[in-house]
């Protein structure tokens, strides 16, 4: 059974920094690409960021860009989302997800195959 398991969330002010992790068992995505989305209460789930298979090519939604850093380490299937410079419009549950046939960089959510149970990032004013 494939899981990915998000960690790292929480309520924190307006300013701060935040680290999502998003662990995955039951395979191996070295060679998939991973993303991020995240679903504000009352809105539609949004892109946010994603990486492709090789670590170096991402995309980010115009709002993250310059804030938020996706990275990945294989070697421990985990997929990070660093979060700098939080704003209250940031508050959202944030889903992982991954393609387990795609390598490269994508950015709509039907086209990824697996999802984590989202996390809910709260920022305060």
């Known amino acids: 059974q494939v899981q990915l398991v998000e960690s790292g969330g929480g309520l924190v002010q307006a300013g701060d920094s935040l680290r999502l992790s998003c662990a995955a068992s039951?395979?191996?995505?070295?060679?998939?690409?991973m993303g991020w989305f995240r679903q504000a209460p009352g809105k539609e789930r949004e892109f946010v960021a994603t990486?492709?298979?090789?670590?170096?090519?991402?995309l980010y939604t115009d709002s993250v860009k310059g804030r938020f850093t996706i990275l990945r380490d294989n070697t421990k299937n985990t997929v990070y989302l660093h979060m700098n410079s939080l704003k209250p419009e940031d508050t959202a549950v944030y889903y992982c997800?991954?393609?387990?046939?795609?390598?490269?960089?994508?950015?709509?959510?039907?086209?990824?195959?697996?999802w984590g149970q989202g996390i809910q990032v709260t920022v305060s004013p």
């Open positions: 997800a991954g393609s387990t046939t795609v390598y490269y960089t994508l950015i709509r959510a039907s086209q990824y195959d697996v």
């Open positions: 039951g395979h191996s995505f070295k060679n998939n690409v």
């Open positions: 990486i492709a298979w090789n670590g170096y090519d991402t």
